[in-house]
Every structure is written in structure tokens, then in C-alpha cells.
């Protein structure tokens, strides 16, 4: 079955640490991951796409940076949080249709 | 860009009140998607409708597609405390694989 891992579950980081969100999925064979972000009052982001390892797109240009080491892994970095990063990051893959597969999210908060 | 506004934004009702919550657009949308959230997960998708005027039904929960496919309903039965959680529209829109709306946040109260 169709399952995804995120991990952490719950982060506390200080403003200007460094960030390292992982993303691994089980059983698909579609290889298009995605990161949204949703943030009090702003509904779901993306924030990356990717369609391979090491193809990743940036829908939004932010301190955020994506990379696919590996097919079945998604990460999302920064080398240095802001305030404004706050939020619960879900990571996902298409369905049959085009919707989207969502994992159980890591809840960032930066202070 | 295609934008998604849902309303209301936020419902609290009894146990046993029926319920409506919409999701428009000034565009066309080729399908629509309804996901629920409940607090610290992920969406789970509901329902995708994809015929104008097209109406599905998930147990108490009906969803219908506009005829001009700009909007899409979700009408809930007899809401239980189940129930509560965001709601979520959904739609594919140019070269993004989907643009969400922001919510409605229902809660059922016993």
C-alpha cells in the first residue's frame, strides 16, 4: 500500500539554524514528489516539485531549498530559518488523477 | 494564477444540523478535488468531481460540480462530532499540479 514518512513530526527551531525536513514514500512507481507548506491564514503552498532524482522546481523563491537524493526521498533544507517559515510541511505524490497522496506532516516552529 | 475562495471560513453547528460549504472561482476548472483535514495531518482526498453539474455522494456527504465547472458544493447530512475537521478544495490549475483554497474549518458539536 501507498504509504509516506515524514520526518521530524514536531521541530522547535531558533531563527537562523539550519533546516533538514525528510520525505521518503512507499509504494508507488510514480515519481513526481511534492512540499507544500500551510501556514496559519494562507491555506496550502507548494513550495517544490520534482519529476526525478536530482530534478527539483521551486514554485515560490524563499530561503527553502529542496533535493531528491534518492528515488523514494524528498528533503527540504535551509541553512538559515526565518520567522516567517513557521508552518506544517506536508509532503505528497500524484494519484491516478492528479490528486495528491498527502504524508502526516512535521509542524516547524521557529522562534 | 486560478483562484479557489471557500466560505464560510470557519462553521461550528450541532450534532444533527445539516450543513454547506462551497468552493468558487471566476475559471474554469477541468475537475475539482475535496479533501478532509483533521489536526496534525495530512489532507485525505474525499472525492474528485470532473462533469459539470456531476453530483457524488460519500455516505451523508454530497458534493456537487457547478454546470459551468467554476464551482463546486459540499452539503453534509445529520453532521456527527466525526465530521469536524478543514475542509479543503482543490483544482488543477496551468502549470501547478493543484491550487488549494484556504479552508472551511467546521466543528460538530455534541
Known amino acids: 500500500s501507498q504509504t509516506i514518512h515524514q520526518w521530524p513530526v514536531t521541530l522547535v527551531q531558533p531563527v537562523g539554524s539550519p533546516l533538514s525536513l525528510e520525505c521518503t514514500v512507499e509504494g508507488t512507481s510514480n515519481p513526481n514528489l511534492y512540499w507544500y507548506r500551510q501556514a496559519a491564514g494562507r491555506g496550502l503552498q507548494l513550495l517544490f516539485y520534482?519529476?526525478?532524482?536530482?530534478?527539483i522546481s521551486s514554485e515560490v523563491p524563499q530561503n527553502l531549498s529542496a533535493s531528491r537524493p534518492q528515488d523514494r526521498q524528498f528533503i527540504l533544507s535551509s541553512k538559515k530559518l526565518l520567522l516567517s517559515d513557521s508552518g506544517f510541511y506536508l509532503c505528497?505524490?500524484?494519484?491516478?488523477?492528479?490528486?495528491?497522496?498527502f504524508g502526516p506532516g512535521t509542524r516547524l516552529t521557529v522562534l | 494564477t486560478q483562484l479557489l475562495e471557500q466560505s464560510p471560513q470557519f462553521l461550528s453547528i450541532q450534532e444533527g444540523e445539516n450543513l454547506t460549504v462551497y468552493c468558487n472561482s471566476s475559471?474554469?476548472?477541468?475537475?475539482l478535488q475535496w479533501y478532509r483535514q483533521e489536526p496534525g495531518e495530512g489532507p485525505v482526498l474525499l472525492v474528485t468531481v470532473v462533469t459539470g453539474g456531476e453530483v457524488k455522494k460519500l455516505k451523508r456527504l454530497t458534493f456537487q460540480f457547478g454546470d459551468a465547472r467554476k464551482d463546486s458544493s459540499l452539503h453534509i447530512t445529520a453532521a456527527q462530532p466525526g465530521d469536524t475537521g478543514l475542509y479543503l478544495c482543490?483544482?488543477?490549475?496551468?502549470?501547478?499540479?493543484?491550487?488549494f483554497g484556504k479552508g472551511t474549518r467546521l466543528s460538530v458539536i455534541a
Open positions: 475559471s474554469v476548472f477541468s475537475s
Open positions: 520534482s519529476v526525478g532524482i536530482g530534478q
Open positions: 505528497a505524490y500524484p494519484l491516478a488523477a492528479g490528486e495528491q497522496f
Open positions: 482543490a483544482g488543477p490549475s496551468g502549470n501547478t499540479p493543484l491550487v
